[in-house]
């Protein structure tokens, strides 16, 4: 009997290397923006500012978003995909850089667009690489890398600012991991699909609402969680060290994965999980309570992007590249709007009444998902199917 040597599949091997890839890239992603609300607080205060002018920080991070998104499909036909990464590495790590050192505002929202340029690069290849009918839970996998590496942002930065220097220094942590991939990373070519057929127009319509909103929901706990602990009583310190409960939550919920209840689409158990938590945060002022409440918000919101950005990266009609580009618009659409419009209703209500905007949110992202459970099913010479996430 001869002995034969023994295969390994290379696409195997190339999507576990690029799960990898991806994994760090989101990581260190997910510290800056976990970083920023806590940032925003401190900006504030270094700067002698309202914390309400420092919400153009998260802001610049969505013209970064919605830039990229414009011109995604150009840079993914006219750049490999090794190259994206590379140059989307080191702008997301300038933009931490300047964050953490910034003297006055202008450099700080220097420091929030260069974040969102580089991430923007970061967020549009992450679908195309980890496509196919696991993309899902490949997507859900790193998001939940990256929120487990967001729970130290705001621990960091309270932590560096209870010694005594600002605690923006801690953004410094996400440079050398960004720099490093854009050294070493060796990502395998986009997984490029033919357009099928004629655009379903209202199918991605609602995909695109629906990534708004899951971001939406999302970044009013990013951006502003810090500050409704600081207007409990609690001092900047400890409040920066209590935001960590959110990121903890979206961790614990992206490690657990989609819920499924019977026949509704996993993204209802999702979202009353991140009603309940909202209500928590907006209806007591007791520190304890807000807390468990940002907690339960992050199980619930988990869930929401990976699943959302899946879905409508595979939907029929538009090529994946086209897809990803218009997930990157949805998120910088978010993140522009929602939590300066919740940064609006502070000037007309207190902090923990305006974040009851988030209730409408969830409650429209329920009725625009349970009609489109049956999703069509896109193949591709590499038998990638549409992600189960929303069935």
């Known amino acids: ?23 760090v890239a989101l990581g260190a992603l997910g510290f ?29 991070f969505a013209v970064g978003l919605l830039v990229v998104a414009v011109v995604g499909p150009v840079v993914l036909r006219t750049f490999t995909i090794s190259v994206v990464l590379r140059v989307g590495s080191i702008v997301c790590a300038l933009g931490g850089v300047l964050i953490a050192i910034a003297p006055q505002y202008v450099v700080a929202i220097g420091g929030g667009l260069c974040v969102g340029l580089g991430g923007a690069l970061l967020i549009l290849i ?40 600002t605690g923006r220094l801690a953004m410094l942590a996400a440079a050398p991991p960004l720099l490093a991939l854009a050294v070493f990373a060796r990502p395998a070519a986009t997984h490029q699909q033919a357009a ?5 127009v209202l199918q991605v ?44 939550g979206m961790a614990v919920g992206r490690a657990i994965g989609p819920l499924r209840l019977r026949d509704w689409s996993p993204l209802v158990p999702a979202g009353v999980l991140a009603m309940g938590g909202t209500l928590l945060v907006s209806l007591f002022d007791g520190p304890a309570v807000v807390t468990v409440g940002l907690v339960i918000a992050g199980i619930g919101i988990a869930p ?26 949805a998120s910088g659409a978010a993140i522009l ?38 999703l069509s099913v896109r193949t591709s010479p590499g038998d990638h199917a549409a992600p189960r996430a929303l069935r």
């Open 1 to 23: 009997m001869t002995n034969q040597p023994i295969e390994t599949d290379p696409r195997a091997h190339s999507s576990r290397r690029e799960e990898v890839e991806i994994g």
């Open 205 to 248: 319509a609602r995909g695109w609402l629906r990534v708004v909103l899951a971001v939406a929901v999302e970044f009013c706990f990013v951006v502003w969680a810090v500050a409704r602990l600081v207007t409990t009583g609690l001092p900047m310190a400890t409040a920066a060290l209590l935001g960590s409960a959110f990121p903890i």
């Open 196 to 200: 099928s057929g004629g655009l379903v």
């Open 126 to 165: 992450a679908p195309l690489l980890l496509s196919g009918p696991t993309a899902a839970v490949r997507l859900t996998k790193v998001n939940a890398f990256a929120s487990a590496t967001g729970i130290l942002a705001p621990l960091a930065i309270g932590a560096v600012d209870a010694l005594g220097a």
């Open 32 to 60: 800056l923006l976990a970083g920023l609300g806590a940032c925003v607080a401190v900006l504030a205060r270094d700067l002698d500012l309202p914390a309400e002018r420092l919400a153009l920080l998260p802001s610049a």
């Open 337 to 374: 709007s929602a939590p300066a419009i919740l940064a609006g209703l502070t000037r007309v209500v207190d902090l923990r009444t305006a974040f009851l905007i988030t209730l409408p949110l969830l409650a429209i992202l329920f009725a625009i998902s349970r009609p489109l459970r049956p």
């Open 304 to 329: 929401l992007y990976p699943m959302t950005v899946a879905a409508l990266v595979a939907t029929p009609g538009l090529s994946p590249a086209r897809l990803a580009a218009l997930g990157a618009a």
